[in-house]
């Protein structure tokens, strides 16, 4: 009887100790509701500039004594210089738009362009171009893809953002060849960047830069309405679309010859 006594007695208090703690504990306040996060895009001031200057680049990589070949960490500052001085890379058809039309680009603009389609344009160069978001335009020879660049590797630029242009089907001077000749460069560059990226190639890149007035006519007849040159100079407003100049970046062109070019069309000629 005592003991059932006593085990009632340490039930009842543990009811009165649960009691008690349960009157004790409160709700907790609900948290003020927090303002929704706003989204916030950066926009970029436009304008008509007086010039446009169409940067070209060929191989990046340690080569030597090679006018057409740019180092690795060189190439790499030049972007970032672009980057943390408020350049803006555009595209072909935003150049074209300017050239023909008049129309205003992103302030401070600039053109890249990659001529000959390097196995580096794909392992060095796309890489930077996706760090900082650029656009930029690589120039290729389908004739050669296979021996540089791979159609996948081409395809994968194109999906990233990276517009694909016609080198000519196969790097040849073109003012060399006859006019079928020429015209059978042009044509089967289009055919197959049509097949194998699905494209209607407007853009074109005279192989050595050479070119005559046939050449010009074939391209815009084929359906090019923008070729570059390796002439030097910034690109203008009411410029010939089918002579476009552009300025050699190689490794003689240091940080300082860089921000030149890219600032003022009276830079040094190294």
């Known amino acids: 009887m005592k003991r059932f006594i006593i085990v009632l007695g340490l039930m009842w208090g543990l009811m ?29 001031a436009t304008a008509v500039p007086k010039g446009i200057p169409v940067l070209m680049y060929h191989k990046v990589g340690p080569d030597e004594d090679n006018d057409a070949v740019i180092r690795e960490d060189l190439f790499r500052a030049q972007m970032k210089l672009l980057h943390d001085k408020g350049f803006n890379p555009i595209t072909m058809e935003q150049l074209n738009d300017y050239v023909c039309n008049g129309k205003a680009v992103p302030v401070k603009p600039v053109v890249l362009t990659f001529d000959d389609g390097y196995a580096d344009t794909y392992s060095i160069v ?29 395809k994968e630029m194109q999906k990233g953002g990276v517009t694909i242009a016609s080198h000519g089907y196969d790097h040849v001077r073109m003012n060399e060849l006859s006019k079928s000749e020429q015209l059978d460069n042009i044509v089967k560059a289009q055919k197959a960047l049509k097949d194998e990226l699905g494209i209607d190639n407007k853009w074109f890149c005279y192989p050595y830069g050479r070119q005559d007035d046939y050449t010009q006519k074939a391209a815009e007849d084929n359906g090019i309405l923008l070729a570059v040159t390796m002439n030097p100079g910034w690109v203008h407003h009411g410029d ?21 070019r890219i600032t003022t069309e009276d830079y040094t000629d190294l």
Do not use: S
């Not at 009691?19 to 970029?44: L, S």
């Not at 796309?126 to 791979?150: H, I, M, Q, S």
């Not at 010939?240 to 030149?260: C, M, S, T």
């Open 126 to 154: 796309y890489p930077v171009l996706k760090e900082y978001g650029f656009a930029a335009t690589v120039f290729v020879n389908p004739g050669d893809v296979g021996t540089r660049l791979t159609w996948e590797q081409i």
């Open 240 to 260: 010939n679309p089918y002579a476009l100049q552009r300025i050699w970046i190689g490794n003689a062109v240091d940080l300082k010859h860089f921000e030149e």
């Open 16 to 44: 009165m100790l649960i009691a008690g703690c349960a009157a004790d504990t409160k709700e907790p306040a609900p948290e003020a509701a927090k303002p929704a996060a706003v989204k916030t895009e950066t926009t970029v």
